[in-house]
């Protein structure tokens, strides 16, 4: 049964853990990693980590001193988080900057199973790029696909931010088989637009992504950072409100705009149950969604 | 610049009739013309009835008789429809059990424009089927792709119910340059798990919906039918609801579980506020698409 359809029976508790980025990179690994630790004391078995988790987020601002931050895969990021993975006994969805060579960088994850050995890699394959997010300027579009991975506790997919509002992204992961789907993620409020923008911001992220949950019946795993950040000319406050819902986009945990470590745990089989009531992989039209591979379709 | 971009400017109000339906034909007929007109005359310049809305919901049972309420295109509804268009100088987006050739029939919608002539034909692509809603019985899956039609006031998408759940059908709507995306329907509580699933389901229903608009930056116009029908074993209890929602997802207007009319403003120029903020088009990996016209991809 360990399949492309999921394991599909038992519980799985995930780990959330929402934390504020400082200057320091130690410092960063360090709460990112006593974090993990929490989650797992917790009963975690898969813990996600936010996006860059290492660093401030850089792409305020455009400067090339800030590619010095990208490491290899495998690296040092990879290194110490193996280390406990396999300490902890736990699969962690480990987000980076990517070095893969001279002027080819990428916003990654890997997912690293509880032997510490390297079970999947993620390259970001939609780039935002706007006056407070220049992602365009570091990241090269990811070249891997949509990452789905079977680990021992479940079959999970993983994806990065952006990628959370694109419904093509997340159908390809259900239909590679996931059961539960990340978004490790750095998303947040300008301040001055905040008080008018920010409730609608927050919860059309947040409903997007429900969405994603009901159209394709998994399990929706987001997962930001929190603080203010200031670089240059801009200041973000990012937002936190990372949640956890269920395949009919039922919320079951969502933390505050604090630091937070979140243990969720997920009935695998919610997913058999919600899909036999609502079967939308039946019923799809394979054959009318010619398109959907377009830029876009001008008018007759 | 009324092309495929959208004519962009301006604003439309668009109507929405939810109604219950009787067992008579011509009774059902009147009510909905009926709050066609009341919507016109508080200003609606598209008006969208019911899926079915000349019948009650037949597709709780299996019977072949059925299939007698059915009606070509052009016909009776659309020549009556047409009449009233003109009268009120509007647009009808106008469901009907279409029969297209002895046994072989469409649960279909038609737009019928100010002129009174028939500016668009969509068969439902996506057919459901439970014990509750046995529609793959009666409707042969729509061969006519996804319907997006210029008409005086906006460019709108029009799909039907079930193809609510299904962000293929949304995207492929917006890539034609659909302004406003309409879904005639008819969903409901079975009873006797209205109190453990209802709110669930309803919130579900309302959130992939929104989802769509969010992702593809549209407005959407849900449009349901009220009241309890009861069929051989089957009751369902329409849960109404309509609403619209614009192209960030927030809601507009929402009705309640009762007869309603709704005429609600919609901002055009808000579709490219919103995408040049949220740019989700120009983002696209359509390069990385493939797999989404797989029934489902195994696990290497």
Redesign the interface.
């Known amino acids: 049964m360990d ?2 359809s999921g394991s599909g029976t038992g519980s799985v508790k995930v780990g959330l853990v929402q934390m504020s980025m400082g200057t320091e990179r130690s410092e960063n690994l360090d709460v990112a990693l006593s974090g993990a630790r929490e989650a797992a004391s917790g009963g975690a078995e898969v813990i996600c980590l936010p996006e860059l988790f290492t660093s401030r987020y850089f792409c305020q601002v455009q400067d090339p001193a800030f590619f010095d931050w990208a490491e290899p895969i495998p690296g040092p990021t990879t290194h110490e988080v193996s280390q406990l993975a396999r300490e902890l006994g736990v699969t962690i969805v480990t987000p980076l900057f990517e070095r893969r060579a001279a002027g080819l960088y990428h916003n990654s994850l890997v997912v690293v199973g509880p032997d510490g050995a390297l079970g999947g890699h993620y390259r970001k ?6 006056p407070h997010f220049q992602e365009k300027f570091y990241f090269t ?2 070249d891997l ?2 990452l ?1 991975a ?1 680990t021992p506790a479940a ?1 999970l997919g993983a994806l990065i931010c ?1 990628d959370q ?8 992961a259900a ?3 996931a059961e539960l789907l990340f978004y490790p993620t750095a998303i947040g409020w300008l301040p001055e637009e905040k008080q008018s923008e920010g409730p ?1 911001q927050l ?2 992220w947040r ?2 992504q ?3 949950a ?2 394709n019946g998994v399990f929706v795993i987001a997962v930001n950072r929190v603080g203010r950040e200031s670089m240059g000319p801009s200041e973000i406050q990012f937002w936190g409100h990372s949640f956890v819902c269920d395949p ?3 919320v079951l945990a969502e933390a505050g705009e604090e630091e937070a470590v979140l243990v969720v745990e997920c009935q695998l089989g919610r997913q058999e149950e919600v899909r036999r ?5 039946r ?17 007759d």
């Open positions: 399949s492309a394959l939609h780039i935002p790029d706007d579009p990811g696909g949509v789905v079977q079959r952006w509002w694109y419904p093509e992204a997340a159908r390809l239909l590679r088989g609608s919860d059309a409903t997007v429900r969405g994603h009901i159209a009919f986009g039922v009531t609502w079967p939308f992989l019923d799809r039209r394979v054959d009318a969604y010619g398109g959907l591979d377009a830029r876009f379709l001008e008018s």
